[in-house]
């Protein structure tokens, strides 16, 4: 157990709809991480906070945004989904932002969405 | 161009059969270099950091050790369940510190 929990585990929506995940980071962890991984795809970095502020932009559509709130979870909202949306999106915490030594981060278990 | 290249893409074995995963980079001013085990359908879950050519750690069956272009995963005496992807990052001040990620090597230990 990383310690890094998001929810839901499992999520099914259709088309156009508008979903929200959660991730509640490692206690202690101030910066969370968003990651998209879909089958047979490497891992792709979507968006970075640290300690409540946006930190780092990946590839991330303007369809989807995130937010971190004071007690450091965090929340990806994506919307107008499209088919190839689904996939499964990892959010991991660590202790520092980037650039800093020992900044490890700790994935959560992934929640899986599928848009049909 | 930072970038991150991970071999072979699949890797099977007997069990007991050593072996060496490779991680190869082009970055400029690296700062750490990150292995993660992934199951299918889990989370990335962290192995080991690497901050300086010539470093190398440790755990259970598995050894990493960095140089300056690559890096390695030894695996020792495998067993099944070290079945898994094992996925390299690297953390460059070229890339804003953020972590660029390889594709991952398959590993596959048959009994």
């Known amino acids: 157990d990383s310690g890094v929990t998001q929810t839901p585990k499992h999520l099914i929506t259709a088309t156009g709809q508008r979903v929200t995940l959660r991730c509640s980071p490692r206690?202690?962890?101030?910066?969370v991480y968003w990651y998209q991984q879909s089958l047979d795809q490497g891992l792709q970095f979507l968006i970075q906070y640290y300690n409540g502020e946006e930190r780092a932009k990946g590839n991330i559509l303007e369809r989807f945004s995130a937010q971190q709130f004071p007690d450091l979870h965090s929340e990806l909202n994506l919307s107008s989904l499209e088919l190839g949306d689904s996939a499964l999106y990892f959010c991991a915490s660590s202790v520092g932002a980037s650039g800093a030594m020992n900044t490890e981060a700790f994935f959560g278990q992934g929640t899986r969405l599928t848009v049909v | 161009e930072d970038q991150v290249t991970q071999s072979p893409e699949a890797l099977r074995l007997q069990e007991g059969e050593s072996s060496s995963l490779n991680c190869s980079y082009t970055?400029?001013?690296?700062?750490?270099l990150f292995w993660y085990r992934q199951d299918p359908g889990k989370g990335p879950e962290f192995l080991f950091t690497?901050?300086?050519?010539?470093e190398e750690k440790e755990k259970e069956r598995l050894k990493a050790t960095l140089t300056k272009k690559e890096s390695f995963l030894h695996i020792t005496a495998p067993k099944p369940e070290d079945s898994a992807t094992y996925l390299c990052a690297v953390q460059a001040a070229g890339s804003n510190y953020q972590l660029i990620w390889g594709a991952g090597t398959k590993l596959i230990i048959k009994p």
């Open positions: 970055v400029s001013g690296l700062r750490g």
């Open positions: 206690s202690g962890d101030l910066s």
């Open positions: 690497l901050y300086s050519a010539g």
